[in-house]
């Protein structure tokens, strides 16, 4: 069983900065893809920011310039370095992680609790 486990959320103002962290566990063969998505009340679930294996990391529009995204291979653990907050950031914040169970590449999404994230203007 894989569980993925984020920290770091809160209670921030706007120009602030934030840091996200969140570590996989379990037993497992390889991960493949890491990131973060958001979800904001009554919004659907949408990418922040994902990398590969090969370091190559994805953000969004809309965070682009502001956050970065940086992963730890040995460690199992992916971190998000938001800065220059603003109210439209705010969101429960879930890690994400495609898992391989097995060496025949078994698969599938995962998904931490999500950690609440909020910019108060």
């Known amino acids: 069983q894989v569980q993925l486990v984020e920290s770091g959320g809160g209670l921030v103002q706007a120009g602030d900065s934030l840091r996200l962290s969140c570590a996989a566990s379990?037993?497992?063969?390889?991960?493949?893809?890491m990131g973060w998505y958001r979800q904001a009340p009554g919004t659907q679930r949408e990418l922040v920011a994902t990398i590969d294996r090969n370091g190559r990391p994805n953000y969004a529009d809309s965070v682009k310039g502001r956050f970065t995204i940086s992963r730890d291979y040995a460690l199992n653990t992916v971190d998000l370095q938001s800065n220059s907050l603003k109210a439209e950031d705010t969101a429960v914040y879930y890690c994400?992680?495609?898992?391989?169970?097995?060496?025949?590449?078994?698969?599938?999404?995962?998904w931490g609790q999500g950690t609440q994230v909020t910019v108060s203007s």
């Open positions: 379990g037993s497992f063969f390889r991960i493949n893809d």
């Open positions: 994400y992680g495609y898992v391989y169970s097995d060496w025949r590449l078994n698969g599938g999404d995962y």
